[in-house]
């Protein structure tokens, strides 16, 4: 089985008292258009060997990273959640950090309903994403990937969207109706913000979700669904490390990598995933 960034881990440091629980979920069962998702976690795992361990300043190998075995996606969609909700919440009730490597987006809802459920208190989401994933049981999947949004925010968890540039009027009335802050890539892009702030009443416990076509095919064209004028990945980044300011980062998924052959954009994911667990120690508390 491989590891997350195996070549550098001490042994003490890849144990049972890891920080971070990277969780492989090789989920591809609702895309919608390109295929590939379900072999994204491998992808990212063997690019991983390549990263160091110094990232922006910090250094979250010394916090420990254990890799668990992927999770068991055959069956009906609500067990595979099911198995995916109790991975996350053993996780966040032993004090560690679910990272959820997927697969398609509709893992996020397994991976945030089992951390919701360990920690019992508000949680708020970050989604970097092309999609604003708020359509109610597209093409009659209640789990679909581009359902996800619409099933966390029916379940009270507060939605904070940025670089989305294509959706729906669906989606368009059900950001309203839940509430859902939102900058979309247009706004983002042009404008060259990296730094939004969230609403002062934003829960204090974020949860991230990372979806690899939020950034532009140019940056990262190894998705199902790339959608032009997408963020940058430095833009993308800070917008996340801004929101995360001042809050706690809880879990966090990085989802719809499909590997397309170039070493290139398995190593992006990689990166992205190592950068996220640098933010998550740096709100720690």
């Known amino acids: 089985m491989s590891v997350f960034m195996d070549s550098e881990l001490t042994a003490e440091e890849r144990g049972e008292t890891a ?3 990277v969780i492989p ?6 895309v919608s258009y390109g295929a590939g998702t379900g072999r994204g976690p491998a992808a990212i795992l063997d690019a991983s060997n390549e990263l160091e361990r110094l990232c922006a300043g910090r250094e979250p190998c010394k916090d420990g990273i254990l890799t668990e075995t992927p999770l068991d996606c055959d069956g009906p969609m609500p067990d595979v959640m099911t198995r995916l909700a109790q991975r ?3 996780a966040a009730r032993a004090g560690r950090i679910p990272v959820t490597l997927g697969g398609e987006h509709s893992l996020t809802y397994g991976a945030v309903t089992g951390i919701a459920r360990a920690l019992g208190r508000p949680l708020g989401l970050v989604q970097i994403d092309a999609h604003a ?6 093409e009659g999947e209640l789990h679909s990937h581009a359902s996800v949004m619409h099933l966390l925010a029916d379940e009270g968890v507060r939605l904070a969207q940025f670089g989305v540039r294509a959706l729906c009027a669906e989606e368009v ?11 979309d890539a247009e706004e983002l892009v042009t404008g060259g913000h990296h730094k939004i702030d969230l609403p002062g009443d934003f829960p204090d416990l974020v949860y991230v ?28 980044l800070h917008l996340v490390e801004n929101a995360l300011r001042g809050r706690r980062c809880i879990g966090f998924d990085v989802v719809e990598l499909a590997p397309d052959g170039n070493a290139a954009w398995d190593f992006t994911a ?16």
């Open 19 to 21: 920080f971070f629980r």
């Open 25 to 30: 979920v090789p989920l591809e069962r609702t």
């Open 88 to 90: 996350t919440e053993g």
């Open 133 to 138: 994933d708020l359509r109610v049981a597209y």
């Open 173 to 183: 009335d059900s950001r309203a109706r839940n509430g859902v802050f939102w900058r």
């Open 209 to 236: 979700s990372f979806d690899l076509d939020g950034l532009d095919p140019s940056q990262m064209p190894a998705t199902g669904t790339p959608v032009p004028g997408g963020l940058g990945y430095y833009q993308a």
């Open 270 to 285: 990689a990166q992205i995933v190592y950068r996220l667990m640098a933010n998550c120690i740096d709100g720690r508390k």
